[in-house]
């Protein structure tokens, strides 16, 4: 099932089935309590980001291109870094380039999305992808200049200002996807592809890094992992192509959809 999270002509929110037509039928239950289908329309007036995340996890430097592009070692233990919940941004709004923290070095990063749906704690490899709801396309927007120069050796502060992690534009159950490590996955900026590449060049793959993540720790229904992004990022290309006010940048994935946010200046 492809779910979508939307407001409908009153303003409630609601959970939708997104159908192969484009059109959607209203979904009835809770995200992660069980599901059903009513068959009712969709009274879709704004579409959102299909979930309100718990935590968002991301991993950081997870493709062997990736590495080599920044000319990094391949790394013993998947990186993690975070991001705050108010950094999710819907499918269709801006991206805000930061001006009271200036960056003028904002970058693309197209990712899947894992979502787990069940808690998660000290779970093996073999078992990991049975405690994953679902997959969804996901942008880590990345201040270069904050995550590399300022951030005092950490990349939070590059990575979770307001508008950097849009999700979207749905949510698709694990069952429609047997093998997330099987998957294209690629960023349109402005209708030119910037990257291009397969989740098979992930170093730690999906159940690696749930292993990983869960160990000695609890992953809650609703916690998003974002699990690194391919070659072809703005900041390693020569010369370096960073996001301005005016782009329009779109990640997509095979099997979910096509995300794409506007790109704006922050007021």
Known sequence: MKIIRYLDQSGAEMLGAQQEDGSATRLAGELFGGLSDTGE???????????????????????????????????????????????????????VLPRRLRSDAVDYECEL?????????????????????????????????????????QWCRGKTFATFCPLGPCLVTSDEISNPNDLSIKTVLNGETMQDWRTDDMIFDVPTLIEFLSGSTVLSPGTVILTGTPHG?????????????GDSVTIEIEKIGALTNPVVEEA
């Not at 959102?48 to 291109?65: E, F, H, K, V």
């Not at 049975?130 to 951030?151: E, H, I, M, P």
């Not at 990022?233 to 006010?245: N, Y």
């Open 41 to 95: 329309p969709a009274d879709v007036a704004k579409l959102l980001a299909p979930l309100a995340p718990t935590d968002i996890l991301c991993i950081g430097l997870n493709y062997r291109r990736h590495a080599e592009e920044g000319q990094q070692k391949i790394p013993e233990h998947p990186i993690l870094f975070m991001k705050t919940s108010s950094a999710v941004q819907n499918p269709g709004d801006p991206i």
């Open 113 to 153: 999305a894992v979502v787990i749906g069940k808690t998660c704690h000290n779970v093996s490899k073999a078992d990991a992808l049975d405690y994953v709801f679902g997959y969804t396309c996901a942008n880590d927007v990345s201040a270069r200049d904050w995550q590399l120069k300022w951030g005092g050796g």
């Open 233 to 245: 990022v703005g900041g390693a290309r020569k010369p370096p192509v960073f996001l301005k006010d």
